[in-house]
């Protein structure tokens, strides 16, 4: 069965502590690994797109990495508008760009 | 450019009441979708459609329907709400380009069902 799992569920930082989220998966050909934040009341907003295994991006105090079987997001020395929550998804269907949402990771930074 | 939008923002209905969701984008995106997010679940796929006069289910689809009449417009109705419809609903769009396939979501509505 096509999963995506998250963790931790929730992560407390203290500002300029570094730390990763994990991002799991297990789907039949792999065709894209999205990551997004999403503040509360607000609707995902897009941060990056993997494809391939050993691939990274990143945006800021933000990097995200690719293997055949998790994505990482490493978050560089946090600031307190870091905090929201993170989601991953994976595109498992032809050409649909249909995804599949892991229930995410909430973030918070404490100056 | 409003990217994605969505109407309305919040509603109340009654067990049994229907309304109209309107998800509206004006990045020329072939691609839509419509999610409900409930705590604990995650983001689950309603409906989709992958092009104007085109619509598919998704994971949750049952007491749902869609009509995508116009290219930039997703509709989403409820004929007869259940109180289980109690969710906070996303419209997102995104690209048919090869490769290019990450979704970009509006504001989302929060639904109440008494």
């Known amino acids: 069965e096509d999963q995506v799992t998250q963790s931790p569920e929730a992560l407390r930082l203290q500002e300029g502590e570094s730390s990763s989220l994990n991002c799991s998966y297990t789907?039949?050909?792999?065709?894209?690994l999205f990551w997004y934040r999403q503040d509360p009341g607000k609707g995902p907003e897009f941060l990056f797109t993997?494809?391939?295994a050993g691939e990274e991006k990143e945006k800021e105090r933000l990097k995200a990495t690719l293997t055949k079987k998790e994505s990482f997001l490493h978050i560089t020395a946090p600031k307190p508008e870091d905090s929201a929550t993170y989601l991953c998804?994976?595109?498992?269907?032809?050409?649909?760009?249909?995804?599949?949402f892991g229930q995410g990771t909430t973030l918070q930074v404490k100056p | 450019n409003a990217g994605v939008t969505q109407t309305p923002k919040f509603r109340v209905l009654k067990t049994g009441q229907s309304m109209t969701l309107l998800c509206a984008q004006d990045?020329?995106?072939?691609?839509m979708y419509w999610y409900r997010q409930d705590p604990g679940m995650g983001l689950r796929l309603i409906h989709y459609?992958?092009?104007?006069?085109?619509?598919a289910k998704g994971e949750v689809p049952d007491g749902y329907n869609v009509s995508r009449l116009k290219k930039q417009n997703f509709l989403l109705g409820l004929e007869s709400a259940a109180p289980s419809q109690t969710s906070v609903y996303f419209c997102?769009?995104?690209?048919?380009?090869?490769?290019?396939?990450?979704?970009?979501f509006g504001p989302g509505t929060r639904l109440t069902v008494t």
């Open positions: 459609s992958v092009g104007e006069g085109t619509t």
């Open positions: 998804a994976v595109r498992y269907s032809g050409n649909t760009g249909k995804l599949i």
């Open positions: 990045m020329n995106h072939e691609y």
């Open positions: 993997l494809y391939s």
């Open positions: 789907v039949s050909g792999l065709r894209g």
């Open positions: 997102a769009s995104s690209y048919r380009t090869s490769g290019a396939y990450e979704q970009y």
